[in-house]
């Protein structure tokens, strides 16, 4: 999961992005509105932290100019403004939930995990055919029996499973797994490897889904 954290103090930004990708999230940070504008216009995220107090800005306003054809993804307000006009402002121009300052890491963690289940229908777990991930656990099953996985095999499986059926570009894969700094990348072999790897160990275990690699755009997964 690619999470976006937007926050101008410097302490509490570190604190936070250390702590997701300790549970293994990709993370990415903005200090500004305006650092925040350029990453969501350029990349996509399961989830955005979103402070309102910014030193150029609301950080409303990156709801209200959200463009229509590339959504923002899970929105969690985190302000130290705790008023209903706040609340009800933000969740009326589509955030998911607000957490005031100052919160426990382990609340904002289960926040997360929270508007996640949300978004797949209440559901704990990720599944397609005999394979099941369980993101609170990290584990993936086939058939009840635990599949061993890198923890980018997981990463990309994870996002796969998010969008099963759905063609997944090379560059917009490398982004949700690797972040933004992939664009430094002179190519996407690193990828194929992975890919590779995810395949074989999904064939090993009798999985009954396969990624497809559709030549010049992308992969996609299939239940077969």
């Given amino acids: 999961m690619k999470i976006l954290v937007v ?95 100052p919160f426990h890491l382990a609340e904002l963690h289960a926040r997360i995990r929270s508007v996640m289940r949300r978004q797949r229908g209440g559901e704990e777990t990720l599944s397609a055919g005999n394979v099941v991930l369980y993101p609170a656990r990290l584990i993936v099953e086939v058939e009840g029996e635990k599949l061993e996985l890198s923890r980018k095999e997981y990463d990309i499986l994870f996002y796969m499973l998010n969008r099963l059926g759905r063609l997944i570009e090379k560059q917009t894969l490398a982004e949700a797994v690797w972040g933004d700094h992939i664009d430094m990348a002179d190519n996407f072999d690193f990828i194929y490897a992975h890919i590779k790897n995810l395949r074989q160990r999904l064939k090993s275990a009798g999985a009954t889904i396969e990624i497809k690699t559709l030549y010049g755009f992308g992969y996609k997964l299939v239940e077969v």
Avoid: H, W
């Avoid at 940070?29 to 979103?50: N, P």
């Avoid at 709801?63 to 130290?80: C, F």
């Fill in 7 to 101: 926050e101008d103090e410097q302490e509490l930004r570190e604190v936070i992005t250390s702590s997701l990708l300790k549970a293994r999230f990709v993370v990415e940070s903005a200090a500004t509105l305006r650092e925040a504008r350029d990453k969501v216009a350029a990349y996509e995220y399961d989830c955005i932290l979103l402070d309102l107090m910014l030193p150029d800005g609301n950080g409303l306003n990156l709801l209200r100019n959200r463009s229509e054809d590339k959504p923002l993804g899970n929105v969690i307000i985190l302000s130290a403004k705790d008023s209903v006009d706040d609340k009800v402002a933000g969740l009326n121009l589509g955030a998911d939930d607000y957490l005031p300052k």
